[in-house]
């Protein structure tokens, strides 16, 4: 049985980039949903007691999985998700260590954030743009909709949800301003350093 995890702030910490009436609806009703969802399709199934993480590799491109390949790699991505937010009123440092391979794969700090800035804009329709470890560099990806890294081998370090449910409540199309204010204000940049040394 999945559970929704509990959110690592308060739901006014991140305003005024993420409301707390955006969260109200993006965790407490989507994020809920996704869990719901995927309970019921496991259900009496040998994947019941499975992690996410087994059922998204149990499932990933297979036919008739669908569904329970979307509603885990949701609740998957969501939950990584919050964890790369902090409060506005919480300074957090770059990690040195990811600073370092972010300048081994990219040449500068500066040309990732360019890269992951225009993969959220570029991204058409829903889906998550990711800062993934793959082999020995890391780099910029998108997913569509549910997809998510670890159905690709990758190791995930960083993501935005892109899905317009993200940002609709408060910016409505204005994804750029939502993304601008996620890497400057909300960036929790040192949470998956354990998946950085894997
Ligand atoms: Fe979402």
């Not at 790699?73 to 790369?84: D, I, P, S, V």
Request: charged share 25%.
């Amino acid at each position: 049985m999945h559970t929704l995890p509990i959110l690592p702030f308060e739901m006014t910490d991140l305003e005024p980039h993420i409301s707390a009436k955006t969260l109200e609806f993006h965790y407490g009703k989507h994020h809920q949903a996704y869990i719901d969802n995927l309970n019921k399709l496991v259900e009496g199934t040998p994947m019941e007691k499975d992690s996410l993480q087994n059922i998204i590799v149990k499932t990933a491109g297979r036919e008739g999985k669908e569904a329970i390949f979307n509603n885990a790699a949701q609740a998957y991505n969501h939950e990584f998700f919050w964890k790369c937010l902090k409060p506005v009123h919480v300074d957090t440092l770059i990690p040195v260590e990811l600073k370092n391979a972010v300048i081994h794969s990219f040449g500068s700090w500066e040309k990732m954030i360019e890269e992951l800035k225009g993969a959220a804009l570029s991204q058409f329709g829903s889906g998550w743009v990711w800062l993934v470890k793959e082999d020995s560099n890391v780099k910029i990806v998108k997913t569509s909709n549910a997809d998510t890294p670890i159905a690709h081998g990758q190791i995930p370090l960083f993501t935005i949800d892109v899905w317009e449910h993200s940002y609709y409540l408060d910016y409505q199309n204005r994804r750029a301003d939502y993304v601008n204010g996620i890497i400057e204000n909300l960036a929790n940049w040192d949470f998956s350093l354990d998946n950085l040394r894997d």
